[in-house]
């Protein structure tokens, strides 16, 4: 039975850069491991595509309509519940090493006179884990914190700088000892200036050591929060040199994509990020450095699984492996994410857990829709714990694991995006409050509806590629019809009124005159 559970989540990462998820060249052995012995749900997405957002989602346990941390560092609204405050009450510890891209509620926080540096208060700072070693991973010279625990730690190694960051973890040497950045992606086939064994994933993983050794026989939920394979795309030796550009995936685009593109999907293509990407010279030097990330990581689960083997842990700690999005790495004429393609919004989950209630799934693929507002539910029905449907929008996954489940699924994934602070905004010239966008995407069919723009209509049984968009086909308009009603539904059933369960509205209905209220009498 499950004590404790480890929730690693790795940044940026595609969920088809995996080799159990069938990528021909990337070596992943410790990922595929973990999949042999649990559940790989092959069909798993975020609920945006963006760092903020996505993982306010994991967090919560709510869609980004409910919980409002619509982009990076919006505030989480204040009285927002997270992960630790619902697996508190069952007795865990609930800590993070890494990344969360939370950005506090200060102001809700100072209305309520809640003092940031009290024990409550530091909670709420901090999304609700205490920060055993918080960092969120993309440090600029312009804006670093001098004493950020990873830079002292780099010093101590003996690596000087006043970022080393920057310099060393992210930078390459040129031939007469000058400073490449890893900011340009031109550097990224170079070897970080740094070590294997002083990277950000091997110190993050150190770090996440000494914690479990530090708890003892607490019980405990640790967010072990990768920032890599996020930019900046550069890996330390010899990480750089094991993919070659013949490895990676062929790009997934085709010029018509850019002939006459969807209004949001075209601004988007004005990017610079995505004017690179669409030169193949740029996925080549960057995609293989992406790929060695991703192995670099992959080595260092692997002394993390020693690690917890020999400490007796495997046996009673349940294991989530995950990303909060993807990237688009030049598909579609794009880079980064944000907008909904499979590249980006389907992302890697698979499941472990020990109990032998779960031995007959291990090492199966479960195709079944999953979103990441699943884990809370599933955390804690595998505690024993209720779950609160008022507030949590997610469903257990503990059915799907133990293979108990009534065969009853979900059809439909949702996922949303508020791009009002990218360019994209000022060339559509819109507002704002006018630029949402929300996906609905069912077995065949994949609808986007955004904000004054037309919609997006994808057919993934005939074009699983997502490279003819029909939104504006004719003879498709009652498919989307369908499809905004089922958006319209789903809007209606989002839990807003989340302060008082089902169970106590319930109890209290026609109870009027027995509480003494008395009327309409005659």
Partial sequence: MAQNILFI????????????????????????????????????????????????????????????????????????RTLGDYLRPHG?????????????????????????????????????????????????????????????????????????????????????????????????????????????????????????????DQPWCLHLSYIKPHWPYIVPAPYHSLYAPEQILTANRQQHEKEDPHPVVAAFMKHEESINFSRDEVRET?????MGLITEIDDHLGRLMDFLEKRELLEKTMIVFTSDHGDYLGDHWLGEKELFHEETVKIPMILVDPSAKADSTRGT????????????????????????????????????????????????????????????????????????AFMVRTERWKYIQYQKLPPQLFDLQSDPKELKDLGSDPTKKPIRDDMETRLNEWIRKRCLRSTISHETIDARTGTAKDRGYMFGVW
Avoid at 128 to 146: A, I, K, L, N, T
Avoid at 286 to 290: S, T
Avoid at 382 to 403: F, Q, Y
């Fill in 9 to 80: 989540m790795c940044d940026q990462l595609r969920a088809d850069y995996l080799g159990c998820n069938g990528h021909p060249s990337i070596s992943t052995p410790n990922i595929d491991a973990l999949a042999n012995r649990g559940v790989n749900f092959t069909q798993a997405y975020c609920q945006a595509p963006v760092c903020g957002p996505s993982r306010m989602s994991f967090y919560t346990g709510r869609y980004l309509f409910s919980h409002g941390s619509t982009y990076n560092n919006v505030p989480l609204p204040v009285g927002e």
């Fill in 365 to 436: 693929c479960d195709s079944r829709f999953v979103e990441s507002i699943d884990l809370i539910p599933t955390f804690l029905d595998v505690l024993g714990g209720d779950i609160p449907s008022h507030r949590l929008e997610g469903n257990s996954l503990l059915g799907l694991l133990r293979n108990s489940l009534n065969p009853e699924w979900r059809d439909t994934v949702y996922s949303e995006a508020d791009y009002a602070w990218r360019k994209a905004r000022l060339e559509l010239g819109l507002a704002p409050d006018e630029c949402r």
């Fill in 92 to 216: 865990l510890r609930v800590g993070l090493t890494g990344k969360t891209h939370f950005a506090p509620d200060h102001e809700g926080m100072s209305r309520l006179g809640i003092d940031p540096q009290s024990e409550p208060g530091m909670l709420v700072s901090q999304c609700g884990f205490e920060p055993w070693e918080r960092d969120d991973g993309v440090h600029p010279d312009q804006s670093v914190d001098p004493d950020m625990a990873y830079n002292q730690y780099l010093r101590n190694q003996g690596y000087a700088g006043e970022n080393p960051w920057h310099s060393v973890a992210n930078s390459a040497e040129g031939p007469n000892g000058e400073i490449l950045s890893g900011w340009q992606m031109r550097n990224a086939r170079l070897p970080a200036r740094v070590s294997r064994e002083h990277s950000e994933t091997a110190y993050m993983t150190n770090r996440a050591m000494h914690w479990i050794d530090q708890l003892g």
């Fill in 286 to 290: 960057v995609i293989p450095a992406y």
